[in-house]
């Protein structure tokens, strides 16, 4: 029996709400089902916005150096684990091992470069033309982010979107592509 997956929500794993299920084969080897993924509509999407807008109110106060440090960290549990992930994105999608091991490391890589700038996080001042004026910006977190990524780099790309936006002090929900469900 294949496994069933389920959908990462507010910090728990849960079944879709439907019920509905779709599969995922490996491309180059369709006898090899890699599992059983949640058709998610509406309703799910609306628990992952709500939890997220739930969390937003906590996150969005954790100081951005902080941040950093946490994101440091998923960057080391990703070179951990590169090798694993690198294959499992090769039985999922069929890319070659070298070419998903990159994909890896770019997400490696854009661990360790938004960790940085949790201490870099500056706002501007401008200068005014009226003597009482004072011009500055600031960075603040906006909110829930909504990230819909492809299927053809299924690390790169969610992590080139959700590390920055976790280290700007925003929640995200990530919709990966239903090719690679399994890398996401």
């Not at 500056?122 to 977190?141: H, I, N, Y």
């Not at 299927?151 to 790309?157: D, E, G, K, L, Q």
């Not at 920055?164 to 002090?169: D, E, F, I, N, S």
Request: one cysteine or more; hydrophobic letters at 40%; glycine letters at 10%.
């Amino acid at each position: 029996m294949a496994e069933l997956y389920k959908n990462y929500i507010n910090g728990k794993w849960v079944e879709g709400r439907s019920k509905k299920t779709f599969e995922n084969r490996n491309p180059a080897n369709r006898r090899d089902l890699i599992g059983l993924f949640p058709a998610s509509g509406p309703e799910d999407v609306g628990e992952a916005v709500g939890a997220a807008k739930k969390a937003f109110a906590k996150w969005r106060l954790v100081p951005a150096p902080k941040r950093g440090e946490i994101l440091y960290r998923a960057g080391e549990l990703l070179r951990q684990r590169k090798e694993e992930i690198a294959r499992v994105m090769t039985r999922e999608m069929g890319k070659i091992l070298k070419e998903t091991r990159g994909d890896v490391q770019e997400g490696i890589d854009t661990a360790y470069y938004a960790a940085g700038e949790g201490r870099r996080l500056f706002g501007e001042t401008t200068p005014s033309e009226l003597p009482d004026k004072f011009a500055m910006s600031v960075r603040v977190p906006i909110g829930v982010c909504g990230l819909i990524t492809p299927w053809n780099f299924p690390m790169a790309i969610p992590t080139w979107k959700l590390f920055p936006a976790l280290l700007c002090g925003d929640t995200v929900v990530l919709k990966p592509a239903e090719d690679t469900p399994h890398t996401a």
